[in-house]
């Protein structure tokens, strides 16, 4: 049967971006310093996740993110103690008024990556 393993994104900063999905979670797993086709990789690894987030970054490819192409989804447990720490570290949360929202109910909230892709952030509970 097939398995997905991993999903590549092409990025500006290879330091930036593995510092902001640390933020969410991920730990820097395998790194390759020149692939093939002279790409730095970094795959990011989450706890009891098989699947990858593949990091990939060559200087000569400048990249710009057009709004809304794709993004990742992430579920946490206790998605009000990441918003909390998300926004002491200075990312951005959208909606903006995530705090009152998450009173209401609403469990579902986005946060941008430095180049552009978006992450939603999802309160995962064990039924899901």
Not at 35 to 61: A, I, K, R
Not at 100 to 125: H, I, N
Request: include cysteine; charge should be negative; charged fraction near 30%.
């Amino acid at each position: 049967m097939p398995k997905l393993l991993h999903t590549r994104i092409r990025v500006n900063n290879l330091k930036k971006s593995v510092s902001f999905y640390e933020k969410l979670g991920f730990k820097k797993g395998r790194m390759v310093n020149s692939s093939p086709s002279g790409n730095q990789l970094v795959f990011m690894e989450m706890s009891d996740n098989d699947h990858f987030l593949e990091l990939c970054h060559h200087p000569d490819h400048k990249i710009s993110v057009p709004e809304d192409l794709m993004h990742i989804a992430i579920g946490y447990s206790d998605l009000e103690v990441l918003l909390e720490e998300l926004e002491e570290k200075g990312v951005e949360i959208w909606p903006e008024n995530w705090k009152v929202g998450y009173q209401k109910g609403s469990r579902m909230y986005f946060v941008t990556d430095p180049d552009g892709y978006e992450v939603e952030l999802l309160e995962k509970s064990e039924e899901r």
